[in-house]
T-cell receptor, first 111, second 117 residues
């Protein structure tokens, strides 16, 4: 049930864009995106519910394609502070259920 | 967002001892909390679901007698690693949702780094 994330790692220069994908073989109810910096707990970025919605927060946005059971996280005009490991967590149904996380995508932004 | 705290933030212990980790929801009540474990450069692996007032639900492969979970109140869940061994060294993180307020975001505590010598 673990979602599959791609790419595994990416290196960007400041100002460049990146896309991180998260896909599931099962029908999803929701997709949650987190960023984790070394030695720290994951920080919540955003959540997408089934219905194909798209959300954005400043230069970070995400979409959820219900037909493909795939979510994508878009990072535009990347900043040094964007560096970290990005995880998607998925839920198969509504309710107080735990998230199942992908293996993560390590993003490094260099000057 | 909702705040989840953990204590201690790090602990070093000798092999064979037991270690208790506390997870608290500071500004909301959590009927359910989740315990995850993370090895270096790896993903978060769900260990168990902690339910207030009832037994925890453990994931396959997680020894319930080794990782004791108690969820005695709506704001506190504890994870006790019994007879810890070096292979138990890891980053343990709890999370919870503010379901009463209808929240769907899952907030994580700051984590506890356990090192067993």
């Amino acid at each position: 049930q673990q979602p599959v994330q791609s790419p595994q790692a990416v290196i960007l220069r400041e100002g460049e864009d990146a896309v991180i994908n998260c896909s599931s073989s099962k029908a999803l109810y929701s997709v949650h995106w987190y960023r984790q910096k070394h030695g720290e707990a994951p920080v919540f970025l955003m959540i997408l519910l089934k219905g194909g919605e798209q959300k954005g927060h400043e230069k970070i946005s995400a979409s959820f394609n219900e037909k493909k059971q795939q979510s994508s996280l878009y990072l535009t005009a990347s900043q040094l502070s964007y560096s970290g490991t990005y995880f998607c967590g998925t839920e198969l149904r509504s309710g107080n259920t735990p998230l199942v996380f992908g293996k993560g995508t390590r993003l490094s932004v260099i000057a | 967002g909702a705040v989840v705290s953990q204590h201690p933030s790090w602990v070093i212990c000798k092999s064979g001892t037991s270690v208790k980790i506390e997870c608290r929801s500071l500004d909301f009540q959590a009927t359910t909390m989740f315990w995850y474990r993370q090895f270096p450069k790896k993903s978060l692996m769900l260990m168990a679901t902690s339910n207030e007032g009832s037994k925890a639900t453990y994931e396959q492969g997680v020894e319930k007698d080794k990782f004791l979970i108690n969820h005695a109140s709506l704001t506190l869940s504890t994870l006790t690693v019994t007879s810890a061994h070096p292979e138990d060294s890891s980053f343990y993180i709890c999370s919870a949702r503010d379901r009463i307020q209808g929240g769907i975001e899952q907030f994580f505590g700051p984590g506890t780094r356990l090192t067993v010598l």
